[in-house]
């Protein structure tokens, strides 16, 4: 029988809350608006998405973990994400997470373990919420779907920890983007067998049946309980297809104004 799986801290602050979300935020998704705060929240963006390139543009090769902000130190998915965080840095990956408490800590501190790179791209929250102590690069953004694009956009694998609708959203996204030819058949491993099972039962046993997906688009997922096999079937994916090289990162070039980001010491 399986081990009981203790269930998930509710008192972190971290999510997003609806009842407290920005005005402006909120405003932008309550349809048209003025033109003027139309013309004002693209440039936001735009601004926002050209900080995102230029700060992660130098973090050398990723990988993505997923996971909720729920599970804290002394849990056994905490454990688990902190051993992926290790494998992947010992492979010479850089570790990347959504920058936050929980599961993307133990992704974090992992990486830190293994001697490896960490990065987080954290989000602004009405209650403000300070990147995890284990990054070694960080960039904060406004919206969500802008960092989301950061997460996907400079990983060449992404794995999913048990997590609840955040998680859920980015592995679907990734799903949808592999499935669509948008990102070629990067691996997208799910952690944690017995949380997992139930959702890919769902996908073998309703979606395909029903012809809305196709059998490679559940093959292609990896669920296992074992950091190590998930990083050795990311690296023989992706080590030679893409000729990655772990080494130092591009040079800067100081009249682009490329500055060193924001390092903890």
């Not at 139309?38 to 990988?63: D, K, N, S, T």
Request: aromatic fraction near 12%; hydrophobic fraction near 40%.
């Amino acid at each position: 029988m399986a081990p009981h799986i203790p269930p998930a801290d509710r008192s972190t602050v971290w999510e997003k809350r609806a009842d407290q979300a920005a005005p402006e935020a909120t405003r932008f998704l309550e349809g048209p608006q003025p033109r003027g705060f139309e013309l004002m929240r693209a440039a936001r963006i735009v601004y926002e998405l050209m900080r995102g390139f230029r700060a992660l543009h130098f973090v050398g090769p990723c990988v993505t973990a997923f996971g909720s902000a729920r599970f804290k130190d002394g849990h056994p998915y905490y454990a688990l994400a902190r051993d992926l965080g290790r494998e992947l840095a010992k492979a010479g990956f850089t570790v990347m997470t959504g920058g936050g408490p929980g599961l993307m800590e133990a992704a974090n501190r992992g990486a830190k373990d293994g001697g490896g790179r960490s990065v987080g791209c954290n989000i602004k929250l009405p209650k403000e919420q300070k990147p995890n102590q284990y990054l070694d690069t960080w960039i904060t953004f406004r919206h969500f779907f802008v960092r989301k694009l950061m997460l996907v956009k400079y990983s060449y694998a992404f794995v999913a920890l048990p997590g609840g609708y955040g998680t859920l959203d980015e592995v679907f996204e990734v799903a949808t983007l592999v499935q669509t030819g948008k990102i070629h058949d990067f691996p997208v491993a799910l952690l944690g067998v017995e949380y997992w099972t139930p959702l890919v039962n769902f996908l073998r046993d309703t979606l395909l049946k029903a012809g809305t997906i196709d059998p490679p688009d559940v093959d292609r997922l990896v669920v296992s309980d074992s950091p190590s096999e998930v990083v050795g079937r990311i690296c023989e994916a992706v080590v030679p297809r893409f000729n990655l090289r772990f080494e130092q990162e591009p040079r800067r070039r100081w009249w682009l104004f490329e500055w060193p980001p924001a390092r903890r010491g």
